[in-house]
């Protein structure tokens, strides 16, 4: 698995983060990241499918990650490929399923007052969720799978490919999204931007850990 270090743009105090190594999969050099990759994909995209057990009502925080969790053979994957693997089931899963409720967001329908896991199990059973709720739905799923991950608070330019203007980068924080570790490396992942402005999560998305030079051009966090 070739892992790229990158140069720390971001203070690691910002991003609330022990370690100071940012990491990058380059998708065009490594061709078992990407067949790992297409493997996660595959499975996320068929795990809602094809039988009664898998309808909306059954899912539920457990159920999703241990239905992730033994779709895959660990004993022929090291452990930085297995936290891979995962990482990249649940983001797909979430990208696939999870809609952006942008009206019901407005009407105040998703409360900060609620946890994260009643977010989270509220997102899989709705199949949809507020701006932050995407972050914390990974969050919850990859915590549940053993694998190191913090929600940075803060702000995102342009929130959609039509919508212009000024990010304000003070008082209340308007976006979140995710860092998680593998092997003492972090690694951005932005499932509201995939979702909602760059429409894609495919192997050169910019908000699936994609170079931090790239990811901090929309991205600031809270200070």
Request: overall charge negative; glycine content about 4%.
């Amino acid at each position: 698995m070739l892992v790229v270090p990158c140069v720390v743009l971001l203070e690691p105090q910002q991003m609330e983060m022990p370690q100071k190594h940012v990491g990058v999969i380059d998708w065009h050099r490594d061709e078992q990241a990407r067949l790992l990759i297409a493997r996660a994909d595959e499975f996320a995209s068929n795990i809602s499918k094809g039988s009664s057990s898998s309808s909306t009502s059954s899912w539920n925080i457990s159920s999703l990650c241990y239905h992730m969790s033994r779709s895959i053979n660990s004993q022929y994957l090291k452990q930085v490929e297995r936290s891979i693997y995962l990482v990249r089931c649940a983001a797909r899963w979430i990208f696939n399923n999870v809609q952006y409720d942008r009206e019901g967001e407005e009407n105040g329908d998703y409360s900060a007052n609620v946890s994260r896991v009643v977010c989270a199990n509220n997102s899989i059973q709705n199949r949809k969720t507020g701006r932050k709720g995407f972050s914390i739905l990974l969050h919850v799923l990859l915590e549940k799978m053993d694998i190191p991950t913090v929600i940075i608070a803060g702000w995102m330019d342009d929130v959609t490919p039509s919508e212009g203007g000024t990010t304000q980068k003070s008082g209340a924080t308007t976006h979140s999204w995710n860092a998680v570790c593998i092997d003492s490396y972090w690694y951005l992942v932005d499932l509201f931007g995939a979702v909602w402005k760059s429409r894609s999560l495919d192997a050169i998305s910019p908000y699936f850990m994609s170079r931090p030079e790239e990811f901090v051009l929309d991205h600031y966090p809270e200070q």
